[in-house]
């Protein structure tokens, strides 16, 4: 059965650092999500892509997230400069077209910012 | 804007019980989708059962099913014969289905099956 899947699994960075987290959807989907989730608390929808851009974002998703497509199979989330309260579990989700609206999620990235 | 609330922070049950989560939730748009998802101690994020606003049939998955009350804006899971597999924090969640999609996610239960 086809999957979505995520690197790294964990990621420990300085504060100010960059870091990307990389993503593979479901190679048929055509819609693709970045949650995140703070330990002990709820997922958090930060960005969804649709055509190779943006179509819409979180107030959390600020100017130091970016996401990308870079080939056909990668979905990216940028991180420029990492704060501590960035610290957090990002899951990768994908769905397929209209009509197909149950998202599927990859395992997560547990980011550990120091 | 649409909100999601799950009223349980903790459950438990006995293995081979039956127990339910409850769901509510509140917006204005018509065409819309609610799931469960389940979040092991793995926290991967695993779809339990979807429905579908406009079907007034409620939703079944072997030993999940919900009980869709849509004037009451309620989504409540019930898991039959419980196993200790089920344990795990479950996730009620809110998709709508005119726009991309996002999911707006309710904080969530700690279910907890005993043996």
């Known amino acids: 059965e086809p999957e979505v899947t995520q690197t790294p699994s964990h990621q420990v960075t300085q504060m100010g650092q960059e870091v990307i987290l990389r993503c593979v959807p479901i190679s048929n989907h055509l819609y693709f999500y970045w949650y995140r989730q703070i330990l002990g608390q709820k997922v958090e929808f930060l960005v969804s892509?649709?055509?190779?851009?943006?179509?819409?974002k979180s107030e959390i998703f600020d100017d130091q997230f970016s996401v990308e497509r870079p080939d056909g199979s990668n979905f990216t989330l940028k991180i420029r400069s990492t704060k501590l309260e960035d610290s957090a579990m990002y899951f990768c989700?994908?769905?397929?077209?209209?009509?197909?609206?149950?998202?599927?999620f990859g395992p997560g990235t547990r980011l550990l910012v120091l | 804007a649409q909100t999601v609330t799950q009223s349980q922070p903790e459950m438990s049950v006995q293995e081979a019980e039956t127990v339910t989560l409850s769901c509510t939730y509140d917006?204005?748009?018509?065409?819309?989708?609610l799931f469960w998802y389940k979040q092991p101690p793995s926290r991967q994020m695993i779809l339990v059962i979807r429905q579908e606003a406009y079907k007034q049939q409620n939703a079944t998955e072997n030993r999940f099913s919900v009980n869709f009350q849509k004037a009451a804006k309620s989504f409540s899971l019930k898991i039959s014969d419980s196993q200790l597999g089920d344990t795990a924090m479950y996730f009620c969640a809110f998709g709508v289905g005119t726009s991309y999609g996002k999911l707006t996610f309710g904080q969530g239960t700690i279910l907890t099956v005993h043996p």
């Open positions: 917006t204005s748009e018509s065409n819309y989708y």
């Open positions: 892509f649709y055509n190779n851009e943006i179509s819409e």
């Open positions: 989700a994908s769905r397929g077209t209209s009509g197909q609206e149950t998202q599927y």
